[in-house]
């Protein structure tokens, strides 16, 4: 389609100027494109960005240029395409909703199946959320996965998109026996020192390579070391993904040590509770039957982060943005 920039982009003169920027950077890293344009009358085109002829969709925005209009004839008309991510901070709401609208539709569809399939929570029930970070591991994560299993728990797994990628059968297994899987970055930085298209990169990455595999994104994320701030936050918000964090850390990592692990967990559980694990410890794993039957001892019973935040929401306690 067709249509003016300004329907879509914020042109406000920050904007134009690193909006602008970027476009050089694109024709920069083209040969084809380079090799042809005329710098004068590029800079005499990019002199009114809203008069740009484009087209976008919910992976790119593309820009052309008609034969002569900044190149040398043999070159021919122009295309330049640049990836969604990158012109993010320009889209407007509107332009937002459009464009993401289709992700949005399929995740909350699968939220509500879901949530349909399973029985309605207890308002005066106990509940936790077992949470496993950084897999999936090709030995701990169906160790584990056999091991709730085996005691009828549904689980959630913030995964890496990079893991996601070398083992998508685990990713698979992982959604095809009802747990849920949430986002934790494709690498695992630090996202709090991420400038906007690094964010987004991380998070679109994994959410796409996860797609791929399961056909729907991951509903939560939660980012590595728990590191987050407000530019995180706006883009979890538009990509309708909740930030999720924990209420009880199980020191894992740290101890390696299934008899800590259990006290750690016991010591500090609550109604409402979500706990950290990583199901890439071997100690995780071997500490994890004990785990779940101290707490079912306790009355507990376990559920995924997003009936959690529906029943606490519920209870009038969230959402839990961050
Ligand atoms: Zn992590």
Known sequence: TMFSLEDFLNLTDEN????????????????????????????????????????????????YWDQYEIAIGATGNIQLTIPLYEINFLLTDKAR?????LDIEENNAHKMVKQQSREQLDPNGKYVALTFDDGPHSTVTPKILNIVKEYQVQATFFMLG???EYDPEL?????????????HSQT??????????????ELNTTNERIKEIVKYNPSLIRPPYGAYNDLLINQAKQLNQPIIMWSVDSLDWQSRDPVAINQEIMNQVTNGSIILMHDIHEETAEALPEVITNLKAE????VIVTELLNWLEAEDIGPHFG
């Not at 909703?97 to 609208?101: I, M, P, S």
């Not at 695992?188 to 990169?201: N, Q, T, Y």
């Open 16 to 63: 134009k100027e690193r909006f602008k920027e970027l476009i050089l950077d694109h024709i920069d890293e083209n040969e084809d494109i380079r090799k042809g344009v005329s710098t004068e009358l590029l800079e005499e085109s990019l002199k009114s960005i809203k008069n740009l002829k484009c087209s976008i969709d919910s992976e790119e925005l593309s820009i």
């Open 97 to 101: 909703k459009n464009l993401y609208q």
């Open 162 to 164: 990079n893991q996601a």
């Open 171 to 183: 990713v698979h297994r992982v959604a095809s026996e009802g747990h849920e899987i949430g986002n």
């Open 188 to 201: 695992h930085i630090d996202l709090s020192m991420a400038d906007e298209f690094r964010i987004h990169e």
């Open 299 to 302: 009355g507990y019973d376990f």
